[in-house]
């Protein structure tokens, strides 16, 4: 006589994920991460304008706690990755509901954000990967130096296409915030006619100031405000 399969928390958690509420609760937690990080990451940065002895002090400070930086930065990779694979299997599920394809696409009730998601995400990540590679590891600054922040990031954007690249990326990242923040809420059942609204009013806001103050600092350096 064949047993039942013990119901253990690891097989009920791999059953939650492989329903599409699974997959979507996965896209909403570690959004949250993600956008925590942005607003804190934008916070330090924006310390750039309080001159140069207060941003490399930040640099400092974080470098001397280690643990709990590198403890970060697993966490923040980990959600990446989890929130990039949620995210294909989500639209893989979406186009398997939806073989075969409309005569014609009604866009009417989606916004260009929500449309332009799937590629916009891929090209953030790119950008990602080169941020860490100019300002963290200094290996595509040709004129980096450990430990002076204000310097790489003034050096960094004087070049005027990375400054104009860096911009688009943000630009594309606050379509990207827009979208995600909106659907967190729903993914989590918190979408409710009498609200929604106000919910995509504040996804707006939250967008606005990560995009402004992430511009804020290349803008700053090609009219000539940061300086060296």
Not at 205 to 216: I, K, R, Y
Request: charged fraction near 10%; glycine fraction near 8%; charge should be positive.
């Amino acid at each position: 006589m064949n047993s039942l399969p013990v119901a253990t928390p690891v097989n009920r958690a791999f059953r939650f994920y492989d329903a599409t509420i699974g997959k979507k609760a996965v896209m909403a937690a570690t959004g949250v991460i993600l956008f925590a990080f942005v607003l804190g990451h934008l916070a330090g940065n924006l310390q750039i304008f309080e001159g140069r002895e207060k941003i490399n002090a930040y640099g400092v400070f974080l470098q001397g706690l280690p643990g709990m930086l590198w403890t970060a930065r697993l966490v923040l990779l980990t959600s990446v990755i989890l929130h990039i694979v949620a995210s294909i299997q989500l639209a893989r599920l979406n186009a398997a509901a939806r073989p075969v394809k409309y005569v014609k696409t009604d866009r009417s009730h989606s916004s260009y954000a929500s449309r332009t998601m799937m590629w916009s995400g891929p090209i953030i990540a790119a950008f990602i990967v080169f941020h860490i590679l100019h300002f963290t590891l200094g290996t595509v600054h040709p004129n980096f130096q450990q430990g002076d922040i204000y310097s790489n990031v003034v050096l960094g954007f004087q070049q005027i296409p990375v400054s104009l690249a860096y911009i688009f990326a943000m630009l594309l990242l606050g379509q990207h915030l827009y979208h995600g923040v909106y659907s967190m809420f729903q993914s989590l059942g918190a979408a409710h006619p009498s609200y929604t609204p106000w919910l995509k009013r504040a996804a707006a806001v939250f967008a606005l100031v990560v995009v402004v103050g992430n511009c804020s600092i290349p803008i700053a350096v090609m009219t000539g405000w940061l300086h060296l």
